[in-house]
């Protein structure tokens, strides 16, 4: 018995453009910045503020750390990087890719693969490549953005992708580090996983374009697609209160990358692991939350989808004020535990009833806490006078 709500529908696509990340880029007096807050004046005076802040990972935030935070910064630099190739790899002046121009052009396989075929090669060369999880699903264009926000050279372009299926690609975050949300030290392993799923998409993708099939691989700050629903649409998850993947034994501590393929492709399909339904008796994550930006309550309409609202400006608002990205609603999940069998156990029996979850969400309480402190940074480093 389906212990999920049916979405509303119809779904309706996102515009990337509405996204904090992508509209508080915009700088002041360009005109990208004036067309987007006439059409929106209702977001100018709040990102406004959130705009003034440091940027993260720097100098005058509260959780600053010179070290952590260089770290921050090579990871975040890494992924730029990847996220560049992807940009030159998709441009159709550039049909074959990234070869060194010393390189004769290569063979390349003309006839795709068979469905069956192809799926197989895309579970295998994901996990060969890094990931620790992989789903199909095929493509709703409900899930693809109208418009690009970032990165900004490309803000405002209208998103034409024709691929009919995605393979989602989940990479796990260290517990340890986690567990130290929300200092610089969890946004450290943050962005060392974005930029290894930023590495393995581009690499599945380049890898899939040498079978013969058309392929783009989405990358942090470099999305044509929205992750999770896709996530949950591969049979990987479900999208919880928190507004984020809770992946079917990993919990919310993980990181998500996807490719697109223009080809036929095996899907998994949607499943129900009771995630959803416990969320809707918890709310540990909007109790813990320190910005208020996860509603306490039932989830709700949102654009077709039947959701809890984040509200993301308070949210980015207050990594801003800390620097880093939080993560106090990752920690604190009941679902951010080690793969231990009594966890597995009780993740079986969340998916199969959601009658003892009140009481399950009791013991968590009580042999977690029910607002767990963060632990402390595992980083010695070194300190600067900067440093709290
Ligand atoms: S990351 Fe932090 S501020 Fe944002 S929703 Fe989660 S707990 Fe709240
Ligand atoms: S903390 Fe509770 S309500 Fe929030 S995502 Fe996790 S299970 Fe769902």
């Not at 915009?26 to 802040?53: F, I, V, W």
């Not at 953005?145 to 995605?166: C, K, N, Q």
Request: glycine share 8%; proline share 10%; net charge neutral.
């Amino acid at each position: 018995v389906s212990q999920r709500a049916p979405h509303p529908g119809p779904l309706v696509p996102f515009d990337e453009r509405d996204s904090v990340f992508a509209r508080t880029r915009l700088r002041p007096g360009s005109p990208e910045y004036d067309a987007y807050y006439d059409a929106h004046p209702g977001n100018r005076a709040s990102d406004d503020r959130t705009r003034a802040l440091p940027p993260l990972a720097s100098p005058g935030t509260r959780r600053y750390r010179a070290a952590e935070g260089a770290l921050v910064e090579a990871m975040f630099d890494a992924s730029d990087l990847v996220a560049a190739a992807v940009e030159a790899a998709s441009a159709p002046a550039v049909p074959d890719g990234l070869g060194s121009p010393d390189e004769a052009p290569r063979e390349r396989t003309t006839a795709q693969p068979a469905p069956e075929a192809l799926t197989r090669f895309a579970r295998e060369a994901s996990l060969f490549l890094g990931a620790d999880d992989v789903g199909i699903t095929s493509l709703d264009p409900a899930f693809v953005y109208t418009h690009r926000g970032r990165p900004l050279s490309r803000f405002g372009d209208p998103v034409d992708l024709a691929h009919r299926f995605a393979v989602v690609l989940v990479f796990p975050m260290c517990q340890a580090l986690v567990s130290t949300s929300p200092l610089m030290s969890s946004t450290a392993e943050t962005a060392r996983v974005y930029q290894q799923a930023a590495a393995t998409c581009f690499g599945l993708a380049r890898a899939f374009e040498r079978l013969g099939v058309p392929a783009r691989a989405h990358v942090d700050s470099n999305y044509l697609v929205v992750c999770p629903p896709l996530a949950e649409a591969a049979g990987l998850g479900e999208v919880g209160r928190n507004g984020i993947l809770v992946h079917r034994t990993l919990g919310p501590g993980v990181r998500l990358g996807a490719v697109t393929v223009d080809a036929e492709l095996i899907p998994d399909g949607a499943r129900d692991f009771g995630i959803a339904a416990f969320c809707r008796v918890c709310g540990k994550c909007a109790a813990n939350c320190p910005a208020a930006a996860i509603p306490a309550g039932d989830p709700e309409p949102v654009r077709g989808a039947l959701k809890w609202p984040l509200v993301a400006e308070r949210c980015y608002h207050f990594w801003r004020t800390q620097g880093t990205d939080c993560g106090v609603c990752v920690r604190t999940c009941p679902f951010a535990k080690p793969d231990t069998p009594l966890h597995r156990l009780v993740r079986r029996v969340v998916r199969s009833t959601a009658v003892m979850n009140r009481m399950l969400l009791r013991a968590d309480d009580l042999i977690y806490g029910a607002a767990p402190p963060p632990s402390p940074s595992p980083f010695t480093g070194f300190e600067t006078e900067e440093d709290p």
